[in-house]
């Protein structure tokens, strides 16, 4: 085997191991936590039974994105503009595209979220803006 492949595995194995570790930390945390809760409430409300409570499972909303999925539909709306689209438009299209219902709330978080991946792309040599910095809405095309 060769030298650089070792040390790579070795920084990966090392890197997942700090990862166990920090989780395994935040877990005794919140353990102690529920503990301190349980105890609080057997003081505050001693007839209650706590075991029959269910742990509330976490759902993310409909409109998250798995890692990299924002910036690949970016760019594919990009690459098949005619002209640079502005956060918001490119928003519009994204909620199109996955068929949610279009509200002003969700255009919001939409547009931030592309914003947020369009700065991202910008850093990386990808995407410019393509308009007066001074405007009110930033226009984005795609480096080509």
Not at 49 to 65: C, E, G, R, V, Y
Not at 98 to 114: C, E, I, W, Y
Request: hydrophobic share 45%; charged share 25%.
């Amino acid at each position: 085997m060769t030298d650089y492949m070792v040390t790579g595995l070795l920084k990966k194995r090392a890197a997942i191991a700090g990862e166990i570790k920090h989780h395994q930390e935040s877990l005794a945390r919140c353990a102690a936590d529920l503990e301190t809760l349980d105890a609080t409430l057997r003081i505050v409300a001693p007839h209650l039974d706590i075991q029959p409570i269910a742990p509330k499972t976490f759902k993310p909303p409909a409109h998250w994105s798995k890692r990299g999925e924002m910036s690949r539909v970016v760019l594919d709306i990009l690459r098949v503009a005619r002209s640079p689209y502005t956060s918001r438009d490119i928003a519009a299209q994204m909620i199109v595209q996955r068929g949610m219902v279009a509200t002003p709330q969700l255009l919001n978080v939409m547009s931030k979220r592309v914003a947020t991946a369009l700065r991202g792309l910008r850093d990386k040599g990808t995407v410019r803006n393509a308009g007066s910095p001074q405007a009110f809405w930033l226009e984005w095309e795609i480096i080509r």
